[in-house]
């Protein structure tokens, strides 16, 4: 901040100047859209993305309404916006994603569906334990029903990326480049790139799927429309990868918690869903759950970095508070593969886990002191 003497010129703000812009230009593009529809619009909570997003509600003559859509602007993500309608288009035939209503690809401006303000978070919310596993036994069903899209269509007619070496070891790095710094600790490069490369070759073993990536309680939604289906939300930076990798983040999911014992039976869930359906997956329900703690720890160590990128770089410190289940959940599913995974997994993740319980795990409590 400038120190105030007499010889200081402050610059007036341009990021508000921006945004008041950008909100004209998203109004004066909705009013072409809905002609002679009056409207409000109301902006709603951001999230890890550069996105924003808004509900318009179309109003009547009498001031009254109950017309409602999702407005969103992805000013500096236009190819996002392109993937997202790629994705939507993919899926669905499958699972219940928003139907696109009216679009502007090259002022990043896209008018969807509302499924409403329920997530599937919300719902967990004073449930019953019963209820609480029909809602977990819907969104594995919706899960399942995803993964019946034939891998094939996903490449040749709407080009899904796979989900490769090069990006499970990018997606890694975040740990290595964002949380440890954070902590002030050593990497150990040695035990690092180890288990990295073990972990990558059991990913490339296990049945390919198309993978949402986000699959969790901020990104499913209660529709509306028909609350007895889960609306799918956030989908555009699907790829065809693990089976197991949408699994590992319902069940381990950042921000809800849950006994290993119930996480256990809803794997058990889920590969009997997927037989059901004629799915490729593994022999034996211990298999299944090899590969969704082998899948987790990448997914795991992936977000703990993520989440101090978010407070780092953008300012966004609310996901710290999240960092403690993460980290809860990676060293579960590493001491899982320490005992029971295959001996190349061991080899790697045994001396990983030595280096984490004596350098990483002291650090991180001092900057987390109620982890």
């Known amino acids: 901040m400038p120190t105030m003497t007499d010889k200081t010129t402050i610059e007036p703000d341009m990021t508000d100047n921006n945004n008041d812009n950008r909100q004209q230009q998203l109004e004066h593009w909705l009013q072409q859209v809905f002609v002679d529809k009056p409207f409000d619009l109301d902006s709603l909570p951001g999230d890890a993305s550069a996105r924003r997003y808004h509900r318009i509600q179309l109003l009547e ?3 009254s309404g109950d017309t409602r859509h999702i407005v969103m602007d992805s000013a500096d993500e236009q190819d996002a916006m392109r993937q997202f309608i790629n994705v939507a288009k993919l899926m669905s035939p499958a699972i219940n994603v928003p139907t696109l209503i009216a679009q502007n690809l090259e002022k990043g401006f896209l008018v969807l569906q509302d499924f409403g303000a329920v997530e599937f978070a919300h719902l967990l919310n004073d449930a019953t334990p019963e209820q609480i596993n029909d809602y977990y036994q819907l969104a594995m069903q919706t899960l399942v029903a ?39 600790v050593e990497l150990n490069e040695e035990v690092w790139e180890n288990l990295k490369s073990a972990l990558i070759n059991e990913i490339l073993l296990q049945p390919q799927v198309i993978v949402h990536r986000d699959y969790h309680s ?9 609350t007895s289906r ?6 555009q930076d699907a790829v ?12 381990r999911d950042a921000y809800v918690e849950w006994p290993e014992h119930q996480v256990s039976a809803w794997i058990n ?15 034996n329900v211990v298999q299944l759950e090899n590969d969704v703690n ?5 997914r795991h160590l992936k977000v703990l970095g993520i989440f101090i990128r978010l407070s780092e770089r953008d300012g966004k410190d609310r996901y710290l508070g999240d960092i403690p289940k993460v980290m809860r959940d990676l060293i579960i599913e590493l001491n899982w593969l320490a005992e029971q995974g295959n001996d190349a997994i061991k080899h790697a993740v045994l001396p990983f886990n030595q280096w984490l319980k004596d350098a990483v795990l002291p650090a991180y409590k001092g900057k987390f002191a109620s982890a």
């Open 61 to 63: 003559a009498d001031g």
């Open 146 to 184: 995803l993964q019946t899209v034939p891998v094939e269509t996903a490449k040749s007619q709407y080009q899904l990326p796979d989900y490769d070496t090069a990006l499970l070891d990018r997606e890694m790095n975040l740990f290595s480049e964002w949380f440890i710094p954070y902590i002030g």
């Open 218 to 226: 901020r990104n499913l939604m209660q529709d509306q429309a028909d």
């Open 230 to 235: 889960l609306g799918v939300i956030d989908f």
């Open 240 to 251: 065809i990868g693990s089976y197991a990798y949408d699994l590992v983040s319902l069940v």
């Open 269 to 283: 869930d889920f590969w009997q869903l997927q037989k059901q359906q004629l799915l490729t997956t593994a022999d």
């Open 294 to 298: 082998v899948m987790g720890v990448q």
